[in-house]
């Protein structure tokens, strides 16, 4: 993400998200971001579902409201924060 908004000449994105959202580090906000981006890539890249040694059958991997309302809460707020930096 940092490297994109440098190509449209915003540098320094990681510290300015990192006073955004005021923290001691940016692994608070980067963390919650690759989970999310992982969690994404299962779905789309392995079809959901869980790796199975030989024989075994195929099983979804399981995803709750809670867990996708946490994901939104925090992009719509990472997106917020972004907003205000790119203003």
């Given at each position: 993400?940092?490297?994109?908004f ?45 790796r ?18 946490e ?17």
């Amino acid at each position: 993400i940092e490297y994109a908004f440098e190509l449209l000449g915003i540098t320094g994105l990681k510290g300015k998200m990192q006073t955004a959202y005021q923290a001691a580090s940016a692994k608070e906000f980067q963390e919650p971001l690759d989970k999310i981006a992982k969690r994404r890539n299962q779905i789309v890249h392995e079809a959901d579902l869980v790796r199975h040694q030989r024989g075994g059958g195929l099983r979804y991997r399981p995803i709750s409201r809670t867990s996708v309302r946490e994901a939104l809460d925090f992009l719509v707020g990472f997106v917020g924060k972004l907003e205000t930096i790119v203003a």
